[in-house]
């Protein structure tokens, strides 16, 4: 006999609960773990979902077979972003091919390249910075990891070429996925119209760009070309319908990650200046012999990678991680029938106290817990995130380039550094401002 989930309080008649989901999404799940525990289940506009939090949910959950807990069903709002037959768009023998396709660009000898190609996009980005002044991290990252990520994917010329259009198709796109989306992601309103005119005018840009390289008959260390050559398993290339999917796909898997995250650890070293001089003193020291940033030097700052660990567990960019449950699932005397939702949260179970002593302070010294599925910031199992180690890599590289020669500290009190969540990224509250001073060891 099954046991009955435990329900959050406060549906309302229409819609359950999913008004305050859309207007408070963390709040609402933090406040569904403390009231029902461990499992719970709630209401979104007819569609049962059912919250897991801790480390055997976590395993249960990531460890499903597909054809049980299907990212694909529960994440179609992707697929007006990334196209129909991209990804959650099509068949999952497809979707496999894809992925493998994906995988080539992140082969060790294709980032290699990609550290050096960051570093020099920070340069630049440094190139008219005075000795002193202040910024909005959250603004200048974002302008930043994307220059850099559309670097890394579609190669030096089209970066070149890249103006303001392209950074505003894409937050249209990022823009599309409000909470809502979740339960209804073909909905008829302003905001999903401009993400729909947004990927019809990327897929005219990168076209162009293909045709391009095609006609010139030239050859790129980039994302593109391994787009470009890839073939599925009967031989077919992939059309630029597709190309388009797979680098926006790749933008959402990097990107996002890659400039919150960037701006959380800055923002993290500024609120504790305590770990300052060993900080520093370790990125200078991964400058001491070389001029160039490597991928192997990148691996062996330990104090950094704690601060970009612990911004991860903090302030993890997903908050909400699902899956469509196919046929009835069972976990620990529960039963979750068919055509619910499934949801992990990162933000919940970073925060626990058995497994992070002091949840809410910040220890980029915090130990790395043994069991896997503690800390899952990129998801898990078969679906975890494939940009991550991309991700990692440009934050490395911009914050130890921005390190090397720059001091930062907070312009406001610490308090005034809050959590927003205005789409599905969780991201540092508006403005962000960060103060700054040339250093003399630079």
């Not at 709040?27 to 506009?45: N, W």
């Not at 401009?194 to 390289?213: F, K, S």
């Not at 790749?250 to 993290?268: I, K, Q, R």
């Amino acid at each position: 006999m099954s046991t009955q989930i435990p329900i959050v309080s406060g549906a309302q008649p229409t819609g359950g609960h999913l008004q305050e989901f859309n207007t408070t999404p963390l709040a609402f799940l933090h406040r569904a773990y403390a009231e029902c525990g461990e499992v719970s289940q709630f209401d979104l506009g007819g569609l049962r979902t059912v919250l897991l939090v801790g480390p055997p949910a976590h395993e249960a959950f990531f460890r499903a077979a597909d054809e049980q807990l299907s990212a694909a069903q529960a994440y179609q709002m992707m697929v007006p972003v990334f196209g129909e037959g991209i990804q959650y768009g099509a068949p999952p023998a497809i979707e496999r091919q894809q992925l493998k396709m994906q995988v080539q660009g992140l082969k060790h000898e294709r980032m290699v390249n990609y550290a050096g190609v960051v570093e020099a996009e920070t340069e630049q980005f440094l190139r008219d910075w005075p000795a002193a002044g202040e910024f909005d991290i959250y603004d200048a990252f974002t302008r930043l990891t994307l220059k850099t990520s559309t670097h890394c994917l579609l190669g030096r010329e089209f970066r070149q070429q890249l103006t303001e259009e392209f950074a505003e198709l894409y937050h249209a796109l990022e823009d599309g996925l409000a909470p809502s989306s979740l339960s209804n992601p073909f909905q008829d309103a302003e905001r999903f119209r401009a993400r729909d005119r947004a990927r019809e005018r990327l897929e005219a840009l990168i076209g162009e760009r293909v045709a391009q390289r095609r006609q010139a008959g030239g050859w790129e260390h980039d994302m593109l070309q391994v787009y470009m050559d890839a073939t599925y398993n009967d031989g077919r290339k992939l059309t630029d319908h597709e190309i388009t999917g797979m680098v926006i796909w790749f933008m959402f898997a990097g990107h996002h990650t890659s400039s919150n995250t960037t701006a959380w650890t800055l923002l993290e070293i500024a609120r504790n200046p305590q770990y300052g001089e060993r900080l520093y003193a370790e990125i200078d020291a991964l400058f001491a012999d070389t001029e160039e940033l490597t991928l192997k030097g990148l691996r062996e700052i330990p104090l950094l990678d704690g601060f970009i660990r612990e911004a991860l567990r903090l302030h993890p960019p997903l908050n909400a991680i699902t899956r469509r449950v196919m046929s009835d699932w069972h976990y620990e005397g529960y039963t979750v029938p068919a055509g619910s939702n499934i949801m992990v949260s990162p933000h919940i179970s970073h925060k626990l106290p058995e497994y992070f002593p002091a949840p809410d302070v910040f220890d980029p010294e915090r130990p790395v817990p043994q069991n896997p599925f503690v800390e899952i910031p990129f998801g898990g199992g078969r679906h975890k995130c494939i940009g991550n180690g991309f991700a990692i890599l440009q934050v490395k590289a911009i914050l130890s380039t921005l390190l090397h020669q720059y001091h930062f500290e907070l312009a406001a009190p610490p308090e005034s550094y809050t959590e927003i969540m205005p789409a599905l990224i969780l991201r540092p509250s508006d403005p962000c401002v960060l103060r700054y001073r040339r250093r003399v060891a630079a």
